[in-house]
């Protein structure tokens, strides 16, 4: 499951609705990141509030 950090408070509390009003499961983690299914992912991105590229990993990758 990718993980998505937001930095901007707005874009983090929009997309925490967005995917409430979506339902399924999702995860918050400190420091603005949610663990989130792919669907949700394109969901997010389409609305502009995920970068479309490097703006997810996979659990476990660290950056380099």
Same mark, same amino acid.
Request: aromatic share 6%; net charge positive.
């Given at each position: @499951? =990718?993980?998505? #950090? !937001?930095? %901007? %408070? $707005? $874009?983090? +509390? $929009?997309? !925490? *609705?967005? /995917? /409430?009003? @979506? +339902? *399924? !499961?999702?995860?918050? $983690? =400190?420091?603005? #990141? /949610?663990? !989130? *299914?792919p669907a949700q992912l394109q969901v997010l991105r389409v609305a502009g509030l995920v970068p479309k590229t490097n703006g997810a990993r996979k659990r476990g990758q660290k950056n380099d």
């Open positions: @499951m =990718p993980t998505v #950090q !937001i930095a %901007d %408070d $707005k $874009k983090y +509390g $929009k997309a !925490i *609705g967005l /995917l /409430l009003e @979506m +339902g *399924g !499961i999702f995860r918050t $983690k =400190p420091t603005r #990141q /949610l663990v !989130i *299914g």
